[in-house]
């Protein structure tokens, strides 16, 4: 985890005795006593810290040392107030004087101050006294000296805000949003007035107006796309009101208002006043024109209504300036990319006061549905349509608008076109995590764009896993669960084909290589096309898979060490897990065994990507076992595809995880106890190819250069045999015979398909163990195969062999002496 050089330190800060830590805190005073701090004051602070921090106790610091401390954070040097403040974080809860000190301190006041009052002060009324003077100091006229220190009031309030917001009244609440309102909608509309210079004249300081992104001359209320030399300080404090509004708003929507009669009355009135203004003649109420009239318009009546509905008419107002300001087109890329961050807040503060108030929704919808209509051509603007489109998803309904276009915009060219920007990708993700209850229902787009949605997790795994392991549940549906658990398995896949499909863009095109074709030109070839396109599809339903799976893990054998594709292949099983755990809850019999199949299928058709198709091979072996315990008919429906793959002897050597836990199944659930359906004819038919492949594993050595069979497969066969033996009594001489011969090979020496001694040991003793059992056949169906009803003692709960205690128990009691 860390360096050396860190562990030493970190030993060193928790060694320290007592008495060289009182020679530090000394020295440290000495050093904090002088007027200037140096910059070994810096370091040793640095290292009161590490001290600090290194242990799991809380210390208490000597007094004298612990008031000094506290007076950074009165520094005029932010490194200073920010040491001082991590020091007492780590310190024992300051005492009421240290309190008091810091909330009345004119200087304290600041974002540090704050954060430590929230960390060490458990007392509500104690914030609330602070908020209170907070709110008395942003009243007051401040001196020149304390202006600056008004622009960190609001941070600080919305630091108090979001950890605690029950340290505000009503009463806070009431002041602030009236601060809010002015400093909104009431901030100057002209430039600081510069110092000037010696040589300046009176007419050369003249206060200039403040200008658009596009250079031209505002016309209405500062906003925080108007541009100038220099701000004002109630400029700055627009600027900092709309940075903390929409929390804000939803924080006065929390506080219970006790003059609902009030508010109702005034908003009737303001309502009257409203319609007034709007039936003015030659009045313009298109979203598509300027608001400058509306705001116009509305601005006195506004006057009439309580603060929080004056709060959020001012809000509304300001929303609709930034909208019309970000269709101006600036002259520098920054003031663009703060237009599109300005747009992406003011819908989103828009989409709250919707939701607290559902009437504004008429009044605000159309100038959204313009805004839609001015972006949604242009991606460069998708983070700003993603904000649009949860408006249309909270109010389009109620607004009785089709959103069919937003839908197919954002699950469709969203994903398929940015799946590369990793800042969209988050942000889309968390909008789909945030909707994720509402979006399967209200967007029939959502459960068929899987295959669009997992390219953002194919390109970049490492960084999304954690957002698709709680978004894959909402994707399993019955329609989709095949084809969906398919992409899963040929994500890595996905990964290299869009890996490709950069490089095809960025790269020229060469002549194809003698050797065959190489990646990036099977992807250009047209012949293969269709294998690539099927993986870049935008929505499910085109086919559960494709027919050519072994020609495109051959086109790809070169992208199996991509670094993207390694980590992309990681996720998978994962993902599976989940799959598997989800599916079981909404799928019927009929769906579960097609997903058998697929396992079976596809256990053998996977990308060979180092370790992956092991990995893939031991999450199907632990759901199959839990889905045939879940439904036993599973295995008797799914018996001839089980068979085919438990009788091929291939599968031992190359599939042996999943081969083991196929057969242990066969053996356990194809039973009449199981169910009724299972003949004499299943039971034979099984045990005639397990069988089959026991004999050929065990009736000679491996080629040179071979494997030999994994003695676990070996004995999982023999138990299996057994099993089935004692459920059609015709069987067990065959088995018996088997038996025997291995305990005689194994006497004589002559064994050449296993290796190891031990292993070989271990084998024989399971055959004699089951060849004990066997000679009485009523208690070995009763032990291998006890009734459905009766609950399994725990030896009978061994994953993949027979139970061991109660065999060597009976082997005892049959074997002669």
């Known amino acids: 985890m860390y360096s050396h050089g860190s562990e030493s330190l970190i030993k060193q800060a928790r060694d320290i005795h007592e008495s060289e830590l009182q020679k530090f805190y000394s020295r440290l005073l000495k050093l904090l006593q002088v007027k200037d701090f140096g910059h070994e004051a810096v370091d040793l602070l640095q290292r009161l810290h590490l001290i600090l921090t290194a242990t799991k106790f809380t210390k208490r610091l000597p007094p004298e040392l612990h008031n000094k401390i506290v007076s950074l954070i009165s520094s005029p040097s932010e490194q200073f107030q920010l040491l001082g403040s991590a020091v007492l974080r780590e310190t024992l809860p300051s005492s009421d004087q240290d309190m008091n000190y810091i909330q009345n301190h004119p200087y304290v006041k600041n974002s540090h101050g704050a954060d430590l009052l929230l960390v060490q002060t458990s007392s509500t009324t104690s914030l609330s006294h602070f908020c209170a003077q907070l709110l008395r100091s942003l009243e007051s006229r401040h001196s020149e000296a304390l202006s600056h220190s008004q622009t960190h009031t609001l941070p600080m309030l919305s630091t108090i805000l979001t950890h605690r917001p029950e340290c505000l009244t ?189 009437s504004l929704v008429y009044r605000v919808f159309p100038c959204i549905k313009a805004l839609y209509g001015r972006l949604s051509s242009d991606l460069s603007y998708a983070r700003v349509l993603l904000p649009i489109a949860q408006f249309y998803l909270n109010h389009g309904e109620m607004a009785a608008v089709d959103c069919e276009c937003m839908w197919q915009l954002v699950f469709s060219r969203f994903p398929s076109e940015l799946f590369n920007d990793p800042l969209l990708a988050h942000e889309f993700l968390r909008f789909i995590r945030q909707n994720i209850q509402t979006l399967p229902s209200k967007v029939p787009q959502y459960t068929q764009s899987f295959p669009n949605l997992l390219k953002f997790l194919a390109w970049d795994s490492a960084a999304l896993v954690d957002d698709f392991v709680d978004l894959l549940p909402s994707m399993v549906t019955t329609g989709t669960a095949v084809e969906l658990l398919h992409t899963l398995l040929d994500l890595p896949c996905l990964s290299a084909t869009l890996v490709l499909q950069q490089r095809s863009v960025l790269l020229p095109i060469t002549e194809p290589s003698a050797r065959g074709p190489q990646a990036l030109d099977a992807f250009r070839n047209p012949t293969f096309r269709g294998l690539f396109l099927f993986l870049l599809r935008n929505e499910a339903g085109s086919g559960d898979t494709m027919d050519r799976l072994c020609v495109l893990h051959e086109l790809l054998v070169e992208s199996a060490d991509w670094p993207r594709v390694v980590q992309c292949a990681q996720t998978v099983p994962v993902l599976l897990h989940i799959f598997f755990n989800t599916v079981i809850k909404v799928a019927d019999e009929k769906l579960l065994s097609q997903l058998i199949l697929v396992q079976l299928e596809r256990s053998g058709l996977l990308l060979q990507v180092p370790n992956y198709m092991n990995e893939i091979h031991r999450v199907f072996s632990h759901h199959l076992l839990k889905l045939c315990k879940l439904h036993l008919s599973l295995v008797v429906d799914q018996s001839h595809e089980l068979l085919d793959f438990a009788g091929t002897t291939a599968n031992v050597f190359n599939k042996e995880e999943l081969y083991t836990h196929v057969v242990w199944v066969l053996g356990e659930y194809l039973s009449l106890s199981c169910d009724s359906r299972c003949s004499v004819r299943h039971i034979t038919s099984c045990f005639e190819a397990l069988e089959a492949v026991l004999f050929e594993i065990t009736s000679s050595a491996p080629p040179p250069g071979g494997m030999c069979p994994n003695p676990r497969v070996i004995t999982t066969l023999m138990s299996a045999l057994a099993k089935l033996a004692s459920r059609s009594h015709d069987l067990i001489p065959r088995v018996s015979l088997f038996l025997s011969k291995l305990r005689t090979a194994s006497r004589g020496g002559s064994v050449t398909w296993c290796s190891d001694d031990d292993d070989l040991i271990a084998i024989v003793t399971r055959g004699e163990e089951l060849w004990s059992l066997l000679k009485t056949p009523g208690v070995a169906q009763s032990i291998l195969t006890p009734p459905a009803h009766v609950t399994k003692p725990q030896w009978h709960r061994d994953t993949n062999v027979a139970p061991p205690l109660q065999l060597r128990t009976l082997t005892r009691l049959t074997q002669p002496q």
């Open 170 to 358: 009503e009463e806070h609440v009431t002041i602030l949003s009236k601060k809010i309102v002015d400093w909104l909608r009431y901030a100057s509309i002209t430039q600081a007035v510069s110092p000037g210079g010696f040589f300046s004249g009176s007419r050369s300081r003249q206060p200039c107006p403040i200008a658009e992104l596009d250079g031209s001359v505002s016309g209405d209320f500062f906003t925080v796309l108007c541009v100038g030399q220099g701000f004002t300080e109630d400029q700055w404090m627009n600027v900092h009101s709309f940075s903390i509004l929409r929390n804000w708003l939803l924080t006065y929507h929390s506080v219970s208002n006790s003059n609902n009669t009030a508010d109702t009355a005034a908003r009737l009135q303001y309502s009257l006043s409203l319609s007034h203004s709007h039936s003015l003649p030659n009045d313009d109420r298109s979203v598509d024109g300027s608001v400058i009239s509306m705001v116009s318009a509305t601005s006195s009546s506004s006057r009439l209504l309580p603060p929080k509905e004056r709060l959020r008419e001012k809000s509304f107002q300001y929303c609709q300036r930034i909208i019309e300001q970000s269709d101006r087109k600036a002259q520098k890329r920054t003031d663009c990319d703060l237009q599109k961050a300005c747009l992406v807040e003011a819908v989103c503060i828009l989409d709250t006061l919707c939701l607290e108030d559902c």
